[in-house]
Each structure stands twice: as C-alpha cells, then as structure tokens.
C-alpha cells in the first residue's frame, strides 16, 4: 500500500534553516509528481511546492519568495523540502502528497504530517 | 491571484443532504478537486477531476462544477462525514486551495 513518511520537523530559530524528508513506499516514485502542502496552526491547506516525476519541472507558491527548495532522489525513493530564511509564519504541518504522473493534478495520498515550529 | 471561496460552515442534520460550495473566476474552465479532513488527521481525496471519486469512497459523495461555481455534495449525510472540506484547483502552475468548509451533522 501506498506510505508516505514525512520527517525532519522540530523547533527552528528565526532566519535558520531546516530540511524536511518525505520516504515513499508501496508505488514506483519515479512516475509520479509530488508536492508539499502546509496547514499552519488553525488554518487551512495551503499549497508549497510540486516537483514533476522526471525532476524537469518545479513550481512554487509564490508566497514563499525563493527561500523554500523541492528536490527528490529516486534512488532513495525520497522527496525534500529545504527550507531557509524560515520566518515565524512558516510554523505549520507540513505534508507530503503523490500527484500524478502530470504535475498539475489531485494529491491522492498524503503523508502524516510533520510540524515544524519557528520560534527563537 | 486566483482564489476560491468556500462557506466557513454547513451544517446538516442525519440523512439529509449537503451541500458545500466553492467559488472561483470561471472555475469550470479548471478542473476542482476535493478533500476532507478530520480533527488530527491528513486530508483525503473524496472528489477528482470535478466529479470522480477515488476507491473506497463512499456514493454518497459526489462533485459538479458548472459557471463559476464547484459544489462537493453529500446524500444521506453520516456522523462520520463530519470534518473540514477543502476545495482546490490548478491555475497557472500554482495549487490553489479554498480556505475550508466546516461540516457539522446535527
């Protein structure tokens, strides 16, 4: 069955860095999109980033300015999230979730989530 | 940017039908997807491609998109089925998520 594990998370200072893992298992993860999606404390989702199967396409929310980086490994079977220049409005949940073999389609597995929380 | 706009709430009484709307520019030029979340839990795709359903997601669930209007419909309404609905859809290589619906059967 499809898993996806995410971790990394923890008690971040302001203006420091942080790199989050997401390890798939159960499907070839060289075939589809992923994504990481965000659900700050209280609030809504709110889409991150997407990096296409083949690593040729990756898109951001433009909210996030250039300070977060989508990267994945195959080899591994393992999606990141580098995150610098964290700012206190970064403290959410943060999700992984399987796309299709196209990038702009349904998140149809998610992971459990793993929070992060930027804080001096 | 592009936004779409869901109700902060509906409620519902057992069996009954719900209702959950979500508004955006010309939003059936896009496809809306659908997802629910329970308190302390990963959301969960109950609608794709504006009105297909995953496997294992119950009939009860179902999807249209028409105008600028997409709307999750719920028959016959279950205490399970209470949780936050979340609409999205893609415009411009950007995920665009409603800001939630929350479901309460009562």
């Known amino acids: 069955q499809v898993q996806l594990v995410e971790s990394g998370g923890g008690v971040v200072q302001p203006g420091r860095s942080l790199r989050l893992s997401c390890a798939a298992s159960g499907f070839t993860f060289s075939t589809h999109s992923m994504h990481w999606v965000r659900q700050a404390p209280g609030k809504g989702l709110e889409w991150v980033a997407v990096i296409s199967f083949d690593e040729n396409n990756k898109y951001y929310a433009d909210s996030l300015k250039g300070r977060f980086t989508i990267s994945r490994d195959i080899s591994k079977n393992t999606l990141y999230l580098q995150m610098d220049s964290l700012r206190a409005e970064d403290t959410a949940v943060y999700y992984c979730?399987?796309?299709?073999?196209?990038?702009?389609?349904?998140?149809?597995?998610w992971g459990q989530g793993t929070l992060v929380t930027v804080s001096s | 940017s592009y936004e779409l706009t869901q109700p902060p709430s509906v409620s519902v009484s057992p069996g009954q039908t719900a209702s959950i709307s979500c508004s955006g520019d010309?939003?059936?030029?896009?496809?809306a997807y659908w997802y629910q979340q329970k308190p302390g839990q990963s959301p969960v795709l109950v609608i794709y491609?504006?009105?297909k359903r995953p496997s294992g997601i119950p009939e009860r669930f179902s999807g249209s998109n028409s105008g600028n209007t997409a709307t999750l419909t719920i028959s016959g309404t279950q205490a399970m089925d209470e949780a936050d609905y979340y609409c999205?859809?893609?415009?411009?290589?950007?995920?665009?998520f409603g800001g939630g619906t929350k479901l309460t059967v009562l």
């Open positions: 979730g399987r796309g299709g073999r196209s990038w702009n389609t349904e998140f149809d597995y």
């Open positions: 999205q859809a893609w415009d411009s290589n950007t995920a665009v």
């Open positions: 491609l504006d009105t």
């Open positions: 010309k939003l059936e030029d896009k496809y």
